[in-house]
């Protein structure tokens, strides 16, 4: 007989010890990502999964914003963020931190989801806007590009379950 | 040098396509989930992942509608959905048909989602409302409860994200 847990039960971290915990060394980088919704899940994803940080690039919303807080659930408050005017310009300073950057997209040469072999170093996951994807620029500088394989009518899934399913996927044997 | 896809370049299945293809014999129960977001993100999934059906239940809203619609991206024509007047009647139905039901919840004795075994048998998921989650009832009536396990500060993931990873963890080596 299984019986529900409240949140004090669950022993889930505190701000603090959040923000003092070993993070994975996963950075989310949201490309024009227009919808605040969206940006909102990642953050409470991004916190679920312990990750570094998101960087909020182009016309991507940023904390504090009544709209993300809807979805982010308090989330913004632990997730380390940045903003960058560019995701050209993120890339770049990724990369020069030894960052492998991977856009995550329908395109040809990528690499399938269940394909890709993941072993916790520094990696940097690029989802792009709602409608235009990963610009094909930052796309290209890209190291690579990880496809979630999909079988139905739809061209993609929506951009906060594609965060889930990516980051699952990488730490599904870590946590 | 990769390309992004448009949808015509996928090979993605047509809506008639959809409706005669061999379905992953797995339903999904909407336990009262008061999103209409959620309830198109549902569908949009499922949609990618061939799933059987989607049985929306007690409050949970139903197409046509135009804020299932925002999510959904017209995942409603090809997914085959059902309404039941109550949870506890969708398993009872269910249980009838030879599905194994689980909940998806935080609970005490929860098999984590990383440890649960599937095999392509038949399989119903309940996932419950925003803020109370799967009846106890309802829970008490399932086979088990499978739990995403979560390392940050919140108590749960969004649904919508929670479909997204149950979904692709079944079926990651079956896409």
Redesign the interface.
Known sequence: ???????EE?N????DA?KSAQKRPIVLVLDNVRSL?NVG?AF???????IEEIILCGLTGSPPNKEIEK?A???TA??NWSHCETTLDAIKQLKEKKYRCY?V??????I???KFSYADEKIALVFGNEVY??D?EV??TCE??IE????????S??I??????VL??LL??K?
Chains 1, 2 share one sequence.
């Open positions: 007989m299984s019986q529900k847990l409240k949140n669950l889930r971290l505190s701000v959040f919704n899940s409470r994803t991004a916190d679920a999964f312990l979805t659930l308090g989330a632990s997730v856009a997209e329908q395109s040809t040469n990528s399938a989801l269940n994807g990963v094909q796309m290209t690579g590009v979630v394989p999909q079988l139905g009518t739809k061209h899934f929506n906060s379950v594609t965060v889930g399913i699952w996927e599904r044997d946590v």
